[in-house]
């Protein structure tokens, strides 16, 4: 998968599910502080990932994870793996 | 001292209407709220009659994450007592910081649990399931969405007693309050509706199979009964020390006088006269009125063949042949966890507003509801004080009486 169909996806369910405007989606924007997540959203970022990405994300993954490009970064990494 | 008991909210939302001014037309005009489900037939019921209310969309009013823990019970439960909460003059700053308890009746979460058992048996994954469900699962759902949302800071219990559960959660609350525990307690009832809920109560035989006359089917104390319709959605009422009520200048609905309740100790499903009795004439005692004061009963009549049967013997032991009676289970069916506390919200709506709301499909007495005054249509009546029934599975009986309140 390209990595600009990724960020497409990725926006698009991001957006949908955490009910934030799909414009605040941004590259360099802080991933947790931009969805306000708490720890059941983990929960739930990682139901989603498995449904629209293909793959289940550790804990150990997010990690690495702060900002949005973190996050396709680490996207990119596992669908190389799967 | 023991407190005086008022109640100063009420919601609803039902099969016969989603608020209170639906509710009293359709109470007022006799309307069903009985349809005819196809997927119930399709899922191997026996009967696919059903009271039926839609999933209301709440993101209007809550937060992503206040919705996720949410199936039909607490939906249905958040509408009823956003109502009530609104018409008592509450809102959530106030309930944050003046102690406010909530028991809620309700005894099942079938549809929820169904649903994530599905997810497991596909993904194979409980991990996948996500952050919701567990909310939904437990039985208290309607407990712990509530309190959460509304910041209650009071006693927070749930309330399951089968078909007495609505009713019993207003009883219990009733005693909290005036033994001056609690100032206020939002108290009410919830029951889903979805074809996982009621599939093993359809397969005991007890529903109405008329399924060519839905609005014909529920017919309480009528002779040609064939067994009841179930139904659901949520009923809420907050009730109050009067102190509180007046301190805060509250609307007062009326005020609870009387709560008697006992256990059958008998059959799991079958009624009993004896436990009824005693149930009734706990809550005259309570209160302290005669049998003659009480100017309407609402009927716990589900219209099955033996609950009404002994119902209506009972009712003619204690009160006579006199005394006003309805089932507004007639038009709602059988609202089950819900229906103690949504008959309380129908009869208050018909004390405040001077009517009986009519015992529709009640055609021919049998030889046992001809001993009582069944009323089968609208009829204009000043009610000061009335008693609402509740029985349920396993023999558990609750009597509720509340008065037209007078400083």
Request: charged share 25%.
């Amino acid at each position: 998968m390209e990595r600009s169909e990724i960020i497409t996806i990725t926006k698009k369910f991001l957006s949908e599910e955490f009910e934030v405007d799909i414009d605040t989606i941004k590259d360099n924007e802080n991933l947790r502080e931009t969805l306000d997540l708490d720890s059941l959203d983990y929960v739930d970022l990682v139901v989603l990932i498995e449904e629209n990405l293909g793959f289940k994300p550790t804990a150990e993954d997010f990690k690495t994870v702060e900002t949005f490009d973190d996050f396709y970064n680490l996207v990119e990494q596992k669908l190389m793996n799967v | 001292m023991e407190n005086r008991v008022v109640i100063t909210g009420v919601g609803i939302y039902s099969c016969i209407g989603e608020n209170l001014t639906e509710v009293l037309d359709s109470l007022k005009n006799g309307k069903s709220g009985i349809i005819y489900d196809a997927i119930r037939n399709d899922f191997g019921y026996r009967s696919s009659l059903t009271g039926f209310v839609k999933d209301p969309d709440l993101k209007p009013f809550l937060s992503r994450r206040e919705r996720m823990g949410m199936h039909q019970p607490a939906m249905f439960a958040y509408m009823s007592t956003k109502e009530a909460l609104e018409n008592s003059n509450l809102d959530v700053d106030f309930l944050d910081k003046n102690e406010t308890g909530i028991i809620f009746g309700n005894d099942s979460t079938a549809g929820a649990v169904i649903e994530t058992i599905d997810k497991v048996r596909e993904k194979k994954d409980t991990t996948l399931i996500g952050s919701g469900d567990i909310f939904q699962n437990m039985n208290c759902t309607v407990n712990m969405n509530l309190s959460t949302i509304y910041k209650l800071k009071g006693i927070n219990i749930t309330l399951s007693a089968a078909c007495a559960s609505g009713s019993h959660s207003i009883g219990m609350g009733y005693l909290l309050i005036k033994q001056g525990l609690q100032e206020r307690v939002i108290c009410g009832g919830a029951q889903e509706i979805n074809i996982f809920a009621m599939g093993s109560f359809d397969g005991l035989g007890a529903f109405s199979i008329k399924q060519d006359q839905p609005h014909n089917a529920s017919r309480p104390f009528d002779r040609d009964r064939d067994g009841l319709v179930p139904s659901g959605g949520a009923a809420t009422v907050i009730i109050e020390s009067l102190e509180s009520a007046l301190k805060r200048n509250a609307p007062i609905y009326g005020e609870v006088v009387g709560y008697g309740f006992s256990s059958n100790g008998d059959h799991i499903s079958n009624p009993n006269f004896d436990g009824q009795y005693r149930s009734l004439n706990m809550s005259l005692k309570l209160a302290g009125v005669s049998p003659s004061e009480i100017d309407y009963i609402n009927a716990h009549a589900t219209s099955t063949i033996v609950g009404d049967k002994t119902e209506a013997q009972v009712i003619a032991e204690v009160f006579g042949s006199k005394i006003p009676v309805s089932s507004t289970k007639s038009m709602t069916g059988h609202e089950c966890w819900m229906a103690g506390a949504s008959e309380i919200v129908y009869s208050l709506l018909m004390m405040n507003n001077d009517f009986i709301a009519p015992n529709i499909n009640f055609e021919n007495p049998d030889e046992d509801s001809q001993k009582i005054n069944v009323v089968p249509e609208y009829r204009e009546k000043k009610i000061d004080c009335f008693l609402s029934n509740s029985f349920g599975f396993g023999g558990t009986n609750s009597s509720l009486i509340i008065k037209k309140y007078k400083p």
